[in-house]
C-alpha cells in the first residue's frame, strides 16, 4: 500500500480529483476536508470539517491585515481528527489539505506523522509550498506523488488507477 499526495497551484482540481478517486475506491474513508467559509478582502477564510461526525472548526483568521492560521484549532480539533480517524474502521485516511497554517501546530504535525506510519493509507492533498512539514512528506518513499503542474488530471487518474488500485 501506498499512500496518495496530491500538490499543484490553487484551483487546479486536486480535491476533485482525489474525491472522484475516493468515489471510484468505494471504501470508507475519515479524516478531514476544509472549506472555504469567508472571502476577506485579502483572502479566504477555512474551515476544517471531520469527515465522520461533521462538525466544523474554524482554522484561520483575517490578523493584522493577513490571513493567519490558528494554531490551537489545529492543535486541539484538527490533532483529535486525525486521532478518531486513525481509531475508526475506515481503511483510508483523507487529509484535504495540508498547507501553511498548521507549520506551528505541534501537535497536529505529530498526529498527521503518526497517521502516515498507521498502516492505513494515506490520501492528501499538499499546498504547494516550501515548508518544513510540506517537503518531509513529499520526501517519503511510501508514496504516489502526483503534481498536476507537472502532469494532467488524465494522466494524474491513470496512475491512480494503475497504482492505487482501482
Given at each position: ?46 474551515a476544517?470539517?471531520?469527515i465522520?461526525?461533521g ?16 494554531p490551537?484549532?489545529f ?32 501537535k497536529f ?9 498507521s ?48
Amino acid at each position: 500500500m501506498r499512500h496518495i499526495v496530491v500538490t499543484g497551484v490553487r484551483q487546479i482540481g486536486k480535491s476533485t480529483l482525489v474525491n472522484r478517486y475516493l468515489e471510484e475506491l468505494a471504501v470508507p474513508y475519515a479524516g478531514y476536508r476544509t472549506c472555504c467559509i469567508f472571502m476577506t478582502n485579502v483572502g479566504p477564510i477555512y474551515a476544517m470539517e471531520d469527515i465522520q461526525t461533521g462538525e466544523r472548526e474554524v482554522i484561520s483568521a483575517y490578523v493584522n491585515g493577513k490571513i493567519q492560521g490558528i494554531p490551537s484549532t489545529f492543535d486541539e480539533f484538527g490533532a483529535g481528527v486525525i486521532q478518531r480517524a486513525m481509531s475508526s474502521d475506515a481503511a483510508v485516511l483523507l487529509f484535504d489539505e495540508i498547507g501553511r497554517f498548521e507549520h506551528s501546530s505541534h501537535k497536529f504535525l505529530l498526529a498527521l506523522d503518526a497517521a502516515f506510519a498507521s498502516g492505513k493509507q494515506v490520501i492528501a492533498v499538499l499546498k504547494k509550498e516550501e515548508l518544513p512539514h510540506l517537503i518531509k512528506i513529499r520526501k517519503r518513499e511510501d508514496i504516489l506523488f502526483l503534481d498536476l503542474d507537472s502532469i494532467s488530471r488524465q494522466e494524474a487518474w491513470m496512475y491512480l488507477t494503475k497504482e492505487g488500485g482501482v
